[in-house]
């Protein structure tokens, strides 16, 4: 009888699944999600909400590990060398897809992963100065050609999803505009309130407030489709310049490696979890949007993200590498 049983598990582990996936008692213990960032940020936040969700889901813990450093590089590296067996999980980072190309020798990117989910993408809106002379994108581009080094746009750092953003701008719409680098979001977009710099990338749920007293000027939404809180502000794409999208997003992925089985079960809570009110509601807060997507829509995803970014980080020459 012991040999059976043995036979059995050894043809379990053969398949890529534990006797306990056999038994379907996933999770048996504690999973960790693990985030790139410090505590209380964006990313931070939605996933101790969705963790939360998963928590009651699995009737199991689910609990929020940061470990902040290089530009998510210290998490991705440490959840791609985890065991894959669905205990350790990466809340993922725009920088997955663009980090390898950003440090030169980076050994880890997505195809150390077997993508999970795409939990949330957040649009970015493109502000200026409300006193620089345009109304529209089209202005705005047409003056920055006109002005050429008068028009600059602020980012909370270079390699940033935001400085990326406006790099593929200016190769999108030939934009003459002038990078200049802060020390995160708040510092960039004091910057453009005073005119230091004339405009700004960032995320909708950061600058809405700011549109809305009147102290910034909204040129454009960076998604691909309108943004619900700002309906009157067209999209890039809309505006004349169709081969440009940017939206900051959220995802959850495993280890490489990760049984199948874990994977399409993760994905069918994660997509329960997002339609529910309590993640909707950190949705609204970010400005976030949501649509069903199954693990091999995310890994797509993120493949095409990873080509996008490696075409516009070898035009623009950007090199992190220590």
């Not at 067209?234 to 939206?247: D, L, M, N, R, W």
């Not at 994905?267 to 949501?290: D, H, I, S």
């Amino acid at each position: 009888m012991n040999y059976i049983k043995n036979t059995l598990a050894a043809a379990s582990l053969a398949l890529g699944m534990s006797p306990a996936w056999a038994a379907d008692t996933y999770p048996a213990r504690p999973v960790s999600i693990v985030v790139g960032f410090a505590a209380g940020g964006s990313t931070d936040l939605l996933a101790r909400t969705l963790a939360k969700e998963l928590s009651e889901q699995f009737k199991q813990t689910f609990i929020v590990e940061n470990k902040p450093g290089a530009n998510s590089n210290v998490a991705n590296t440490f959840v791609a060398r985890a065991a894959p067996d669905g205990y350790t999980l990466l809340m993922v980072p725009f920088g997955l897809a663009v980090n390898p190309y950003l440090y030169k020798g980076l050994k880890v990117s997505v195809d150390n992963f077997a993508p999970i989910a795409l939990v949330a993408q957040v649009p970015n809106m493109l502000v200026a100065n409300k006193n620089l002379p345009v109304d529209n994108l089209k202005a705005f581009v047409d003056y920055s050609k006109a002005h050429p080094k008068a028009v600059s746009y602020g980012s909370p750092g270079v390699g940033s999803s935001l400085h990326l953003g406006g790099e593929l701008f200016r190769q999108a719409t030939g934009a003459e505009m002038l990078h200049v680098p802060f020390n995160g979001s708040g510092p960039a977009l004091v910057a453009v309130r005073s005119g230091e710099v004339t405009s700004a990338f960032d995320n909708l749920s950061t600058v809405a407030p700011l549109v809305r007293s009147g102290d910034l000027k909204a040129l454009a939404v960076t998604s691909e489709r309108r943004s619900e809180a700002f309906p009157d502000v067209p999209t890039v794409a809309e505006s004349g310049y169709p081969q440009y999208e940017i939206s900051s997003y959220f995802g959850l992925a495993a280890p490489a490696g990760t049984p199948s089985a874990v994977v399409e079960a993760l994905n069918r809570a994660v997509m329960k979890a997002v339609a529910g009110p309590a993640v909707q509601a950190q949705f609204k807060t970010l400005g976030a949007y949501a649509t069903p997507n199954t693990p091999a829509d995310f890994s797509a995803f993120l493949h095409k993200e990873s080509e996008k970014w490696r075409k516009v980080i070898a035009t623009s020459g950007i090199d992190l590498t220590p």
